[in-house]
């Protein structure tokens, strides 16, 4: 499995290393990284999830942009060479003729950038997992909308009675099979179909810590690659996420560190 995004630094080079986790900090070679929401978030939730099944850690594919470009363009022309099971590709800033060179015969999960870029390169149905969040999912569902931020107001207008018809709307356009709309209700969608919805437990103050939709992208895609098929790691996954606030009883100062430490009790009390 590789896991493929930015880190918001300014002059780090690309780095292509299976990450480990030393206290908290994110280990890729010689450099040692924070965990942190984002790339760092969904890094450190793979790497639990992994060592818990007593798997190969994650490959990582990684580099320095703080939102102009450089870092990303770095990420997109080596995952040109990339040969795995599982890739995932999470933040990094769209650019739509790069992802297209991308190999498509592994399975490919994309969160955030990775999957704003295969929606507006109109290539989604060539990946096998999108993570959105209600935000995102508006967005997808706008076959006119470029970025999130150009979501047209009837459509981004949404609660959650809505989601459902907004999921069909959405694969008017060029999904993934797979899908998982995370918020304060997940719902697993297989073609369009709701699989599932998971809501319990529900920890409201979850929704007030940075990185738990990275977690989940983390542990989801991690699930699949130590071998459960797609839809039973969706379910699973956000269960485990949902768990791990239950364990860790968070306030509003818990930091994603916290939650991610505490990802092999929760798979062990899910009975993983």
């Known amino acids: 499995m590789i896991v493929a995004g930015t880190l918001?630094?300014?002059?780090?080079?690309?780095?292509?290393?299976?990450?480990?986790?030393?206290?908290?900090?994110?280990?890729?070679?010689?450099?040692?990284?924070?965990?942190?929401?984002?790339?760092?978030?969904?890094?450190?939730?793979?790497?639990?999830?992994?060592?818990?099944?007593?798997e190969e850690l994650p490959e990582v594919i990684t580099a320095g942009d703080i939102g102009i470009g450089d870092g990303s363009l770095k990420i997109y022309r080596h995952l040109r060479e990339v040969r795995d099971d599982l890739l995932v590709i999470h933040y990094i800033k769209p650019k739509i003729s790069e992802i297209k060179e991308i190999d498509f015969s592994p399975k490919i999960v994309a969160d955030a950038g990775g999957m704003y870029a295969a929606k507006a390169a109109g290539i989604g149905d060539k990946f096998h997992l999108f993570l959105p969040d209600v935000g995102e999912l508006a967005f997808l569902a706008d076959e006119k909308a470029s970025h999130p931020a150009y979501v047209r107001g009837f459509i981004s207008e949404v609660d959650d009675r809505e989601v459902p018809e907004l999921i069909k709307r959405t694969y008017g356009n060029r999904m993934p099979r797979y899908m998982v709309v995370k918020g304060e209700r997940d719902y697993i969608v297989r073609d369009e179909d709701i699989l599932d919805r998971v809501e319990n437990p529900k920890i409201e103050t979850m929704e007030c810590i940075g990185g738990t939709g990275d977690t989940l992208t983390g542990i989801i895609s991690s699930l699949i690659n130590c071998g459960y098929k797609t839809e039973k790691a969706c379910i699973l996954g956000c269960k485990v996420n949902r768990t791990l606030g239950e364990i860790v009883n968070p306030t509003p100062k818990t930091q994603i560190d916290e939650l991610i430490f505490q990802i092999p009790k929760a798979l062990e009390v899910l009975n993983l």
């Open 8 to 54: 918001p630094m300014e002059g780090l080079d690309l780095i292509m290393e299976r990450g480990k986790l030393i206290k908290n900090r994110i280990v890729l070679g010689n450099m040692k990284f924070p965990i942190s929401m984002g790339t760092g978030a969904l890094i450190g939730a793979s790497i639990k999830v992994h060592e818990y099944f007593g």
